[in-house]
């Protein structure tokens, strides 16, 4: 007969709040001077219209407040609670990288591998599930958000598309994401259930 037991945590205690939705979690660990942060890539919130709210990615910071749900993207107010917590004006912390609305990122992970090239290493990737909340498609692709001397630039760009087929139909959505050992990408999609390996070919390799 076996028996389980559980055993509650104890020494907790809240790291940060206003986070909607916080679906992946990495720290950062190259280059040194930004190691050691805590990030994570959150789904905003939907019946805001087409173009808001936005996603984002961002470093995690003790005792920070993002928002939820009363605010977002710093004082913006959810008309559906306003005047509810004045007292919380001015004390919302702006994201890192903010991401086309209702893109749905799901997957984060930092390049540390030496297989792609060295401008590569220390950069982020996010994978973009795609949302139903709008109404031209936005996300089913992978992101390469830049980094530079371990702090984001506020910029991402393309690294993995085509999974849009139409306005219709889309055969693949991207959500979890790694390094391989070998440097290469490990990407997962639910759309029709395939890992894709993306490795680099270049110069002498």
Not at 36 to 64: I, K, M
Not at 135 to 148: D, P, Q
Not at 164 to 172: E, I, L, M, P
Request: net charge neutral; hydrophobic share 40%; charged share 20%.
């Amino acid at each position: 007969m076996w028996r389980v037991r559980f055993q509650m945590a104890v020494n907790r205690h809240v790291f940060a709040t206003g986070l909607r939705n916080c679906t992946a979690e990495a720290i950062q660990t190259v280059p040194a001077p930004g190691g050691g942060v805590l990030w994570c890539v959150v789904n905003e919130r939907d019946g805001l219209g087409d173009d808001l709210p936005l996603d984002f990615a961002t470093s995690v910071r003790q005792g920070a407040f993002y928002g939820w749900p009363w605010f977002y993207i710093g004082n913006h107010a959810d008309p559906r609670l306003a005047r509810q917590r004045p007292d919380l004006m001015g004390h919302v912390t702006i994201p890192d990288v903010l991401i086309q609305p209702h893109s749905a990122p799901l997957g984060l992970t930092f390049y540390g591998g030496s297989q792609f090239p060295s401008e590569y290493r220390g950069d982020a990737f996010v994978t973009l599930h795609g949302s139903w909340n709008r109404a031209r498609r936005t996300g089913y692709k992978v992101i390469r958000v830049r980094f530079s001397e371990g702090k984001p630039t506020g910029e991402y760009e393309d690294f993995l598309t085509g999974f849009v087929a139409s306005d219709q139909a889309v055969w693949g959505r991207p959500v979890g994401i790694d390094v391989a050992r070998d440097g290469s990408l490990l990407v997962g999609e639910d759309g029709n259930g395939t890992i894709w390996r993306i490795a680099y070919r270049g110069g002498n390799r």
